[in-house]
């Protein structure tokens, strides 16, 4: 088991997050310093098991919210809109031979897909665009249409609450202990609106939006390892091996992330899961992923430049709140 001197705090500081500073015997931030240090650009974060939001399988769903279709979207007007897509998280398109773009697409309605192939009618409710660095997260607050007609919150919190969602271009496979389980899956004619709080959305506000380049690199490898490593898919089958509060730090080699915590390692991630991990995991139990070929010195910087994304730390055993 190896342990860094320093060690990094993954978050871009959204939700629940308490930024600390550097110790030997971490703990947990208290509710007061999360919320004086909520705009922090580095601090601890706390982990989850969900991929996308906890009530897209619910029951009266019937299954798995999968993917959103671009073809079929309509104005709140009820004109057809065309060429619709994305740029970053904002939507564009055509009002006849209007382009239209951003807070016109408030009332816009789209056919969103189940695992089971049937669809459902969904409406955008309101757009909100984020400010500073994250001027291109744009949040929608969105709506499906319930057997009785009647319009429920696609994104709930954990009281059931109405949530806001990130729009990103392609699709999730939401299949768990499989191969292919957690993989992003590149449609050109799909996107997800990822829920606030899951991982999808999550490892966006960390830095690592899919859009996005630093020096020249593009960040969507790095936003797909965050979503394995936030879900602590050690197998990249989509499986989780943890609990939801569990506080977990990440640093990368591209300087979205920096290294500023003495934690122990825990994992190098890459798309396809971890490349390797330690016995300082956040499933407080052995891991074993059948047909792993580890790669040796878990956590050594070096191998950013041969495929790894993130290096992982758990200060082990500590929960957040």
Same mark, same amino acid.
């Given at each position: ?186 449609? /050109?004619? %799909?996107?997800? *609106?990822?829920? #606030?709080?899951? &991982?999808? !959305? ?7 939006? $899919? ?60 798309? /396809?899961? %971890?490349?390797? *991990?330690?016995? #300082?995991?956040? &499933?407080? !139990? ?7 070929? $580890? ?27």
């Amino acid at each position: 088991m190896r342990t860094l001197q320093r060690v990094v705090a993954a978050c871009f500081a959204v939700v629940a997050v308490g930024c600390g500073t550097e110790s030997s015997e971490p703990e947990a931030p208290s509710l007061r310093t999360q919320v004086a240090e909520i705009a922090s650009p580095n601090g601890r974060n706390l982990n989850g098991r969900n991929l996308n939001g906890r009530n897209l399988n619910n029951s009266e769903l019937g299954g798995m919210l999968v993917s959103v279709a671009y073809t079929g979207a309509h104005a709140a007007s009820g004109k057809l809109l065309t060429n619709v897509r994305l740029q970053g998280s904002a939507f564009v398109g055509l009002d006849g031979t209007n382009p239209i773009t951003g807070m016109s697409f408030t009332g816009a309605r789209f056919v969103g897909k189940l695992g089971d192939g049937t669809t459902l009618p969904l409406r955008v409710d309101s757009i909100t665009q984020g400010s500073g660095a994250d001027s291109d997260l744009w949040s929608y607050q969105v709506s499906y249409q319930g057997t009785d007609g009647s319009w429920r919150p696609v994104c709930q919190d954990a009281n059931g609450a109405g949530t806001s969602a990130i729009a990103v271009a392609g699709r999730w496979n939401y299949l768990q202990g499989v191969a292919g389980g957690g993989e992003k899956i590149e449609d /050109a004619t %799909a996107f997800t *609106f990822a829920c #606030e709080g899951a &991982a999808i !959305a999550k490892c966006m506000h960390f830095g690592y939006k $899919p859009w996005a380049t630093v020096n020249g690199q593009s960040l969507a490898g790095h936003h797909q390892a965050c979503t394995r490593m936030v879900r602590a898919d050690f197998c990249g089958d989509g499986e989780s091996h943890t609990t939801d509060g569990q506080w977990v730090n990440l640093y990368d080699g591209v300087g979205v992330q920096a290294d500023t915590e003495s934690w122990s390692v825990e994992a190098e991630w890459n798309e /396809a899961g %971890a490349r390797c *991990f330690t016995a #300082e995991t956040r &499933a407080h !139990a052995p891991v074993t992923c059948s047909s792993f070929n $580890p790669i040796p010195d878990c956590g050594t910087t070096s191998h950013f430049q041969s495929g790894t994304r993130l290096i992982s730390e758990s200060p082990f055993g500590l929960s957040g709140l």
